[in-house]
């Protein structure tokens, strides 16, 4: 061939997909995070969710491709999302101070719908009749709780004034709780099915069923600044899904049987206050089940 009819048959091609529109080119690449062990499902509802809206907006947007990121824990996470290491990573995080994370931005969604606002604790067997009895915050700071490194929560429980261990090791938090080296290890209410599914047969851990731990936590999606484009798509995609409703289906499909389980409204609740919410710029309020019957503000009175 030569390259007068090479350049002819280029152009050709050019014309052709400039044509066909954006459904022709290639698909737009986002990633998402891989569980930290065989045994951890948490991701698996986000992950759902972020496919739910890529699909709600494909007519708009194009194609889009599915792509895992390693495993990893919250600390790492952070720092691939500011450092932007991986096409379109899109996570889900609680709320993070702009002012102290200024190259992410984020999805203004809460996309658990509130259920992690709500804790329910596994417990070491040797202190479950205790546990049962609490009814204080006070009594509450008693016990020796464990949580991941850096997640908000351990913040909010030691703000609270808890006592509260912070470590690496996703699978190693339950075997503390079962080895009595930590009392308590309180998961969001969406969490519990599966993990005690997995776990219910571990010598030495128990779920709790009197006492539920509240306070607001909203969880958003989070990507790097420079993906404001994807960070687009995926809020309209989440605002259409909720309009449709098939946002809430999916919701209860990954976590009524974790309500069933756990039986929100019959427990006594521990409500406290999260002082790490300051910022928020959207009423994530207005998305919540309240599944205690009320909205989570701030410990009653007589309650601290």
């Not at 080119?25 to 496919?51: I, K, M, N």
Request: net charge positive.
């Amino acid at each position: 061939m030569t390259s007068t009819n090479r350049r002819a048959l280029c152009r050709a091609l050019l014309c052709a997909l400039l044509l066909a529109g954006p459904q022709a080119g290639a698909a737009t690449l986002f990633t998402h995070v891989s569980p930290e062990s065989p045994q951890d499902q948490r991701t698996r509802y986000e992950q759902d969710l972020l496919r739910l809206a890529l699909e709600e907006t494909r007519a708009d947007f194009g194609e889009y491709q599915l792509a895992q990121a390693p495993s990893m824990n919250r600390t790492r996470l952070l720092q691939q999302l500011a450092q932007n290491s991986y096409t379109n990573l899109i996570a889900s995080h609680a709320w993070l101070n702009p002012s102290e994370h200024p190259h992410l931005g984020h999805v203004r969604f809460p996309i658990t719908l509130g259920i992690l606002s709500y804790r329910v604790c596994f417990v070491n067997e040797g202190r479950q009749a205790d546990f049962a009895q609490v009814r204080t915050l006070a009594a509450l700071r008693t016990f020796r709780q464990v949580q991941g490194r850096s997640w908000q929560d351990a913040l909010v429980l030691k703000r609270a004034g808890m006592q509260v261990l912070e470590v690496d090791g996703y699978e190693r938090l339950f075997k503390l709780v079962a080895r009595g080296r930590a009392d308590l290890f309180c998961r969001g209410a969406g969490e519990v099915y599966q993990e005690w599914q997995r776990r219910h047969t571990m010598p030495g851990l128990a779920l709790d069923d009197q006492i539920v731990i509240s306070y607001p936590n909203p969880h958003l999606f989070y990507s790097h600044e420079a993906n404001g484009a994807a960070l687009a798509r995926v809020q309209t995609g989440l605002e259409r899904a909720w309009r449709k409703g098939s946002l809430q289906r999916l919701w209860r499909q990954h976590f009524q049987p974790a309500l069933a389980l756990v039986q929100l409204k019959r427990r006594h609740a521990l409500v406290l206050t999260n002082p790490y919410l300051e910022g928020i710029d959207f009423d994530y309020q207005a998305y919540f089940h309240q599944m205690l019957g009320e909205a989570i503000t701030s410990p009653p009175r007589g309650m601290e």
